[in-house]
């Protein structure tokens, strides 16, 4: 099955800058790369998400690049907020995009 | 966007008895509905899929008589953990969406507490 690893597992930055969380994934077959955030206790909460036709998708301060050919994709942070901090997971889907294989999470924690 | 509900969202149980965990789909039907597990500060990790009308599908390690899966209607799949311990004690999570080619929308998640 698909296998999904994410780094780091945890991320401080400063509000302001940029911060970068890292995905790799094993099934070539994987064609849905979606990103979650989750604050303690509650749902993940789509924040973007990446079809395997496209190499980078941007939405205002968050952006989301693929390269297929290396199975790697990345999310990016700019402008980073106190707000932003939370459990932010990577995700890969074979089949549709409902059934998604989680990465392991990083923490981010954004000091004002 | 689609609306997925959990009930209950807290549930506290003695060890050794069944509880239930209810997934609705509010707005919409769902033929597929997704069950998630997560421990603390761990991944979600998925458990089954729950089929309208069909038996569920396990996933690799998920004990599919511990963890009982009903899914009788278009808008409702129940996740019943049957004889519960406290390494049950967990965070469970549905998901489902309005076709294969759009989002999953997840439900609030179920904090499960065996005592």
């Known amino acids: 099955g698909e296998n999904v690893e994410q780094h780091p597992s945890t991320l401080s930055v400063q509000e302001g800058d940029s911060a970068v969380i890292k995905c790799t994934y094993s099934d070539s077959a994987s064609n849905y790369f979606p990103w979650y955030k989750q604050e303690l206790g509650k749902r993940p909460q789509l924040i973007i998400d990446?079809?395997?036709?496209?190499g980078e998708k941007k939405d205002q301060r968050i952006a989301v690049t693929l390269n297929k050919t290396a199975k790697h994709f990345s999310l990016h942070i700019t402008e980073t907020q106190p707000e932003d901090s939370a459990v932010y997971f990577c995700?890969?889907?074979?089949?549709?995009?409902?059934?998604?294989?989680f990465g392991t999470g990083t923490k981010l924690q954004v000091i004002p | 966007g689609a609306v997925v509900s959990q009930h209950p969202s807290r549930v506290i149980c003695k060890s050794g008895t069944s509880v239930k965990i209810e997934c609705r789909s509010l707005d919409f039907q769902a033929t597929t509905m997704f069950w998630y597990r997560q421990f603390p500060k761990q991944s979600l990790m998925l458990m089954a899929t729950?089929?309208?009308?069909?038996?569920?599908?396990?996933e690799q390690g998920v004990e599919k008589d511990k963890f009982l899966i009903n899914h009788a209607s278009l808008t409702l799949s129940t996740l019943t953990v049957t004889s519960a311990h406290p390494e049950d004690s967990s965070f469970y999570i549905c998901?489902?969406?309005?076709?294969?080619?759009?989002?999953?929308?997840f439900g609030q998640g179920t904090r499960l507490t065996v005592v």
């Open positions: 729950s089929n309208e009308g069909s038996k569920a599908t396990y």
């Open positions: 990446i079809r395997s036709n496209v």
């Open positions: 995700a890969a889907s074979t089949r549709g995009y409902q059934k998604v294989t």
């Open positions: 998901s489902a969406g309005t076709d294969a080619n759009t989002e999953a929308f």
